[in-house]
């Protein structure tokens, strides 16, 4: 399949190679590492074997790329509003745009902009950062759960799910797109937020005993604002648990968005944080610790 | 009056020397700056105007100061186990003891160890902060609201405010404490947690508006909660927004908590944040803020 990797931080550039590795036309749209990239390649250094693509094919403008098949969205969220940009012109008739992006909303933008028939969302469980330019760490899990966004035919996004499949990744497709949104989520505002905010890793926050009772908290907070968003099936209370435990395995590890602090980015506070407090309070569910962890963060992210 | 000052921080320091410049009997019992006021008397500067008493009583333990009239008690809470070896010393029959200090159960603890007919508590809405040793540095108000704590006679509750009042405070006796206390409670909470937290002055946290609005929103919990102790009055609303208003005031003061942070001191974290959590809860108001807010600090407190 011919691919587009568009916003290539270590989710697009680690995704992007294992897709090129098994064959598909990739190209990726860059800006810091394009000129490792274009010169020397992409490295992939990950748990499950280091591996290089010494020839990668790289653009720093889509109008370079032209209409592709597949558009994967790996931008962060705080971009979104370069969506126009950077995706029309690799947009034809028969494109397909799939976003891998965190948080809630992205689906909703990009079908308002490009039509929902061509839009899949899938969540991805990854552990990676990037390293120096043309380097990319994967440091542990990568299973994406794939779904159709609203009318997009089931039979692409098996195609897609094959794809992925075909690349070595765990890709499952799943009926409830918004539930696998929202499992993440489960983990993104306490863990993303927390990390952020003390400037700690995973393991930091787990080992401390007021800070693992706070991750189970909000954690708690979120199934319950998740579970009254009309999902198929309700997240359990024990997911919470299950969570914990999974994430006592990750180590030090480093959320995205601690590195967006540490490297001054802006932080996804929109996707992640604004959007799920709204949610839930539409549907009933005031997400309190979650707001307060989001009002705490706006600070965080205006003294970057 | 012969005064023993315990607790040579900021607020002992300060209001020590203005006692002593009224003409009072005072001896510091003092650590940190026990060298530069032996030798050289010990300096404040505040915007009242600076003065310097060249002849200061010091002292490295209480046994050198002996029984005295009244015991100024100006301890960090999170040294109270050292209660009964540093005031133990300095109190025969006639002897008073007028807390200080910040947050919740001192007096209480205090009555245990010395008889609730000797103790009286005061709550100092004071911005200071010590300097190089031997000198304080007085940032701004000032005032301290002096009453009973249990059965002391409010003669001697009379002449200490007076005292007071002669040494340039501006002290006010008032018939309930814990209204005043929780008042304080009402400032600390929000300022001392969130500038501790964020590791940023007040003004930068009333200039952004989400923290400013968090801090609202804390303060209106500690109102809650303070209404719910039995007050003699409660206390209004509005009390909140006139607190923000008089922060507005205090530029870019480093609340006590967040200087202790500074200088790796254990933080007032019972005091301040459990007990009031307790308190409200005990009364049937859930300080959800103000604890989880409490356990972001727990886990500062721990990597400090």
Known sequence: MRIAVVGSGALGLYYGALLQRAGNEVTFLLRRDY???SASGLTVRSINGDFKLDKVSAALRPEEIGETELVLVGLKTFANDSYQELIAPLVGDKTYILTLQNGLGNEELLAELFGSYR???????LCANRGEPGTVHHLG???????CFADAPESLLTEVAVMFRAAGVDCRQVRDLKSARWQKLVWNIPF????TLLNAPVDRLLTNAATRSLVRD??????????????QEPIPAEFAEKMLVFSDGMGPYRPSMLIDREEQRPLELDAIFARAVAAGAKSGVQLDKTSMLHSLLQFVSAEC
Do not use: H, K, P, S
Not at 192 to 195: E, Q
Not at 218 to 231: H, K, P, R, Y
């Open 192 to 195: 993303n937020g927390l990390c």
């Open 35 to 37: 000129e490792a990239v």
């Open 218 to 231: 909000i954690m708690l907070e979120v199934i319950a604002a998740a579970n009254a968003q009309g999902l």
């Open 119 to 125: 839009i899949l969302g899938g969540v991805a469980f």
């Open 141 to 147: 899990a990568g299973r994406i759960e794939l779904g």
